[in-house]
């Protein structure tokens, strides 16, 4: 993860939005300093990378919320956003904490829920990918690979949880560990392996019990006493067959002779019902005979229905004929009657004629003095709004005279007000005023920088006293390692001369000596060891040479500062005037500013009385013009309005020349009007009724004369058709209408009783025939008596199904002996194959879990880890302790399960291990750093999935003596060499002098903090 940008509003010391640009701040630079004074809000930035990533601050302990400003106001929302990338994608996540904000409308206050939103940064397009905090936090963990856990662990090393890995319990260290290395896995792949024993075991279990189960319920032990049962059955069943089948042989006999009797006493039977059936069925036929007859009377009036049907046509003609002559006659006599009424009406309009010409020629008369009328109105108007204008007028020469009034009383007291402010006395005591301030600030600034200088070589002298000390401990050190560099060279020395003596024998002359008896011969020593010793004494004495080289160089530097130091407070000190206290200097200074700002203020007045007084005379200026504009424009609507009031005067007296009788002419001209149109409409319609009656008396006429002489055609024609119809039916046989009538039959019947007489003929020719074959067949037999025979047949089947039943459950229970058995013997199989993977499963649970006496699977496993990440931590640990100190591994157990999790500081100097609580605060921060870097790179190598290239570390170097703070920054630049972003919090100096041309300063201001890049 490589942060791009992060945005901070409202967020910590950090009032307004303030915007920190990894990217274009650090310029390609991988290691940097974020520096400032103690509460400035450095670790904040931290605490803003996790919120905004996590919704959770560096550090556990400190609350969210806190993380609003106090600096800032209600109206500004806090929020985080933060730009990073990740394997060549970019996205930004912006976070909002749950704060109280003001409503939309400005009125009160409402609550805002937390809000986030992550995007992916596509050709610098922003596309949400996530929404709402589970979303996006899950989402975080995917695409970075750490929990807020695991960040704050291997990215984020939070001030006051950065010794957290170094100093935890064995549990603490197991769960941190199987948080870092998701070794969670493995605690699923133990319970599946504990799960499965369990389950495999009940198996096992479940399979056994059935198998007892079946036996019990055989009564039986074993599968050999079921196999005998079966056997036992099997013989059983055989002797069953052989007497069924007898009895079988027997049965068939009797049912052979049974039969024969059986047909001999169905044929009697069958010729006695058939004789009974043909005498019933002939009974009937007289009644059949009757059916016949009206059958055929019916098929004669049938062959007549074409001519019937013709007579009852015309007759249904003749009668509307008759219907629609009626009709016609009544319309054409009532055509005739409105007729006249319409005739008589136009004789009375047609009187009314001359009346008509009169109204006319006065209509003409009443036009001509409406046009005047139109005239007078129109002037009326025109003299009602100049009355108006002109008492408008009247009002607004008031309302002017009263504006120039005012104006002169406004500009007597402002003229009163602007001789009270003496401008150039005020202007005056100002520049006084603002002098002595000036001077004042500046003697305040040269104590402080005096104070200031004072402390500084105050802190100076301290830390030159402890670099001398230092440099007598370095010159001792070298003095004592000498010493045993001496030793080990002796020891070398008499090691060099047991090799010359070893091959010695007596009588040979020794190389050393030329001694032929060799009473004392040297002996041997463990070269290697002395050896290394020599080498890491040597090595030793150069690193105290060269501490105790960076030691004076310190000393030579402090001392040059610190002279450097007393020149500046002498010049600072030649500045300062005779005034030194500095309390009340900064109240005289309050004092002053306060006078400063009354002066303005006044000043300030003095030019708003004079510009307004200006004002005031302007404004009397214009409201003069505009009231001589006003009485010129006043006379001239009054000349206007005696012109219009002449000209009314004429009109009036032309309407009191013309006779309208005191009526409106416009009302009297309508009345005229109208009375017109009406007349000629009412003479139009009647003309054009008259019309359409003439028309439609001449048509019903003709239609009457048409419908009579039809009329009486067809009733010629019906007269003739009833004679014919009457000749028809006699030929038939039928005597009159009323015999010829009463056999009519409906086509329904009809056929209804030609079935009845077709189905009854074949019926009785059927029952004569069945009657007549079955006689001769029976040849005179008669009934015989079968009961015994059946009594015998019934009693043999009866012990049949006796024995049947005895066969089937004999049959039914060989065969269920048999599945058992089958089953038994399956089960029997598959106990056998289970049991033996339930015992192979069960050994692999107890092996994984531990319980077989030997250490747990995931145990071993992150015992393992912790071996490599000691190995990689050992590493850099090594440099920074200057080759002292060295993690191990303890084999140690807690009693409550976990073991092998312990870590001790093995101590070069004491030969022993020594536990990590006894280290002091620097070399515990070194050993931390140590431990975190390994972790991390461990991390990377066994997840490659996630990327390691930023890591910061918060505070700790303040406790490092400058050789440590050396190996440190060292070590540090190592993993800058590898291409990750080191990131340092820290307030010491020394770093900030060291990283002087890359850091990020954060500065507090009285308006909340600030933060800045300053990259060289």
């Not at 803003?48 to 302990?61: D, E, F, R, T």
């Not at 409503?103 to 986030?116: A, I, P, R």
């Not at 064995?170 to 799960?195: P, S």
């Not at 030194?580 to 203020?601: C, F, K, M, V, Y």
Request: with cysteine; proline share 1%.
């Amino acid at each position: 993860m490589k942060p791009i940008v992060l945005q901070m509003t409202a967020f910590g010391p950090y009032a307004k939005t303030e915007t920190i640009d990894f990217e274009t701040g650090l310029k390609d630079r991988k290691m940097f300093l974020i520096h400032g004074a103690t509460g400035a809000g450095k670790t904040s930035i931290l605490d803003g990378i996790c919120y905004a990533l996590y919704g959770v601050l560096s550090v556990k302990s400190r609350a969210l919320t806190s993380i609003r400003s106090d600096f800032s106001t209600i109206e500004t929302i806090t929020s985080v956003e933060f730009t990073f990338e990740i394997r060549t994608k970019r996205y930004k996540i912006v976070r909002k904490p749950k704060q109280v904000k003001i409503k939309v409308n400005g009125k009160g206050e409402t609550t805002m829920e937390q809000d986030v939103t992550l995007y992916e940064i596509i050709q610098n397009e922003e596309k949400p990918i996530a929404d709402g905090v589970r979303p996006v936090n899950d989402a975080i963990i995917e695409i970075i690979g750490f929990n807020a856990d695991q960040f704050r662990q291997v990215i984020i090393l939070p001030q006051g949880e950065f010794r957290k890995v170094l100093e935890a319990s064995t549990k603490e260290r197991n769960e941190i560990l199987a948080d870092l290395f998701e070794t969670a896995i493995f605690d699923r792949f133990e319970k599946f392996f504990l799960d499965k024993s369990k389950s495999v075991g009940n198996d096992v279990k479940v399979i056994e019990q059935s198998i007892n189960e079946k036996l019990t319920s055989q009564s039986v032990t074993n599968t050999s006493e079921l196999q005998k049962l079966i056997d036992d059955n099997t013989v059983l069943l055989t002797t069953l067959d052989s007497e069924l089948k007898q009895n079988n042989e027997i049965l068939s006999l009797k049912k052979e002779n049974l039969k024969i009797i059986e047909e001999n006493n169905k044929l009697v039977s069958e010729l006695e019902i058939a004789e009974r059936e043909y005498k019933t069925l002939f009974s009937k036929s007289d009644y059949f005979n009757d059916l016949k007859k009206s059958y055929d009377s019916g098929q004669k009036v049938k062959s007549l229905l074409p001519y019937e049907e013709q007579l009852i046509s015309q007759k249904n003609e003749l009668r509307e004929l008759t219907q629609s002559i009626d009709m016609c006659r009544t319309d054409l006599n009532s055509k005739k009657e409105k007729l006249s009424e319409i005739q008589a009406q136009l004789s009375v309009e047609n009187a009314k004629k001359n009346d008509i010409e009169q109204m006319k020629i006065r209509l003409e008369k009443i036009k001509s003095l409406i046009q005047k009328e139109d005239e007078q109105t129109i002037l009326i108007k025109q003299n009602d709004g100049l009355i108006k204008e002109l008492k408008e007028l009247e009002a607004s020469l008031q309302t002017k005279n009263r504006g120039i009034d005012d104006c002169k009383v406004a500009i007597e007291n402002l003229s009163k007000k602007t001789s009270e402010l003496d401008k150039e006395t005020l202007v005056s005591n100002l520049n006084r005023l603002s002098t002595r301030h000036k001077e004042i600030k500046s003697n305040i600034e040269y104590l402080h920088q005096s104070l200031e200088i004072q402390d500084n070589i105050k802190k100076a002298g301290v830390f030159l006293e402890a670099e001398k000390k230092k440099e007598k401990d370095s010159l001792l050190q070298i003095e004592l390692l000498e010493i045993k560099l001496a030793e080990k060279n002796a020891e070398l020395f008499k090691q060099s001369a047991f090799h010359l003596a070893e091959h010695l024998e007596n009588g040979q002359p020794c190389p050393v000596c030329g001694a032929k008896e060799h009473p004392a011969v040297a002996k041997a020593f463990e070269v290697n060891n002395v050896e290394v010793d020599i080498k890491k004494i040597t090595v030793n004495i150069s690193e105290a040479k060269k501490i105790l080289e960076s030691t004076r160089v310190k000393i030579m530097e402090k001392s040059g500062v610190i002279e450097s130091y007393k020149g500046t407070l002498s010049h600072v000190n030649a500045l300062l005037s005779k005034e030194s206290d500095i309390n009340s200097l900064e109240s005289e200074a309050i004092t002053i500013a306060r006078e400063i700002e009354e002066t303005n203020r006044k000043i300030e007045d003095s030019n708003k009385n004079t510009a307004l007084l200006e004002s005031r005379k302007s404004d009397e200026e214009r409201l003069k013009g505009e009231k001589e504009t006003l009485i010129e424009k006043n006379n001239k609507v009054k000349i206007e309005l005696k012109g219009l009031e002449s000209k009314l005067y004429e009109i009036s007296k032309n309407f009191a020349d013309a006779d309208i009788q005191g009526k409106s002419p416009h009302k009297e001209a309508g009345f005229i009007e109208n009375s017109i149109t009406v007349f000629e409409e009412k003479l139009k319609k009647l003309f054009d009724s008259e019309k359409k009656y003439l028309a439609e008396q001449s048509v019903l006429s003709g239609q009457f004369e048409a419908l009579t002489k039809n009329h009486a055609e067809k009733e010629k024609k019906n007269i003739a058709d009833k004679e014919e119809f009457v000749n028809r039916y006699t030929k038939l046989g039928f005597t009159s209408d009323h015999d010829y009538w009463s056999k009519k039959i409906d086509e329904k019947t009809l056929i209804e009783y030609e079935k009845q007489i077709n189905n009854f003929n074949e019926q009785l020719l059927l029952k004569e025939s069945q009657f007549s074959i079955l006689h001769k067949q029976s040849g005179g037999k008669t009934i015989i008596d079968s009961t015994q025979l059946i009594n015998d047949i019934n009693s043999i089947q009866t012990g049949i199904s006796e024995k049947l039943q005895e066969k089937g459950s004999i049959s039914k229970t060989v065969e269920y002996q048999k599945k058992e058995f089958q089953s038994i013997s399956n089960l029997q199989l598959n106990y056998e194959r289970v049991n033996k993977d339930w015992e192979i499963i069960d050994s692999l649970s107890k092996i994984i879990s531990g319980k077989s006496g030997k250490v747990p699977f995931k145990s071993y496993l992150l015992i393992t880890i912790l071996d490599e990440v000691l190995v990689t931590s050992n590493e850099r640990l090594k440099i920074m302790s200057k080759g002292r100190y060295v993690f191990v591994r303890e084999d140690s157990n807690d009693g409550k399960g976990y073991r092998g999790l312990d870590i001790a500081i093995f101590d070069s100097e004491t030969g022993k291990n020594r536990s990590v609580s006894t280290l002091s605060g620097g070399e515990g921060f070194i050993a931390s750093l140590s431990l975190a870097m390994g972790l991390a790179d461990c991390i990377q190598s066994y997840c490659g999935s996630r990327e390691m290239d930023t890591i910061f570390i918060d505070e700790g170097f303040g406790s490092l003596d400058p050789q440590s703070l050396d190996k440190a920054i060292k070590t540090l630049n190592e993993i800058n060499a590898q291409g990750r972003l080191v990131g340092i919090i820290s307030h010491v100096e020394e770093l900030k002098t060291r990283f002087n041309d890359c850091r990020l300063e954060v500065m507090k201001t009285n308006n909340g903090s600030k933060a800045e890049f300053f990259v060289f």
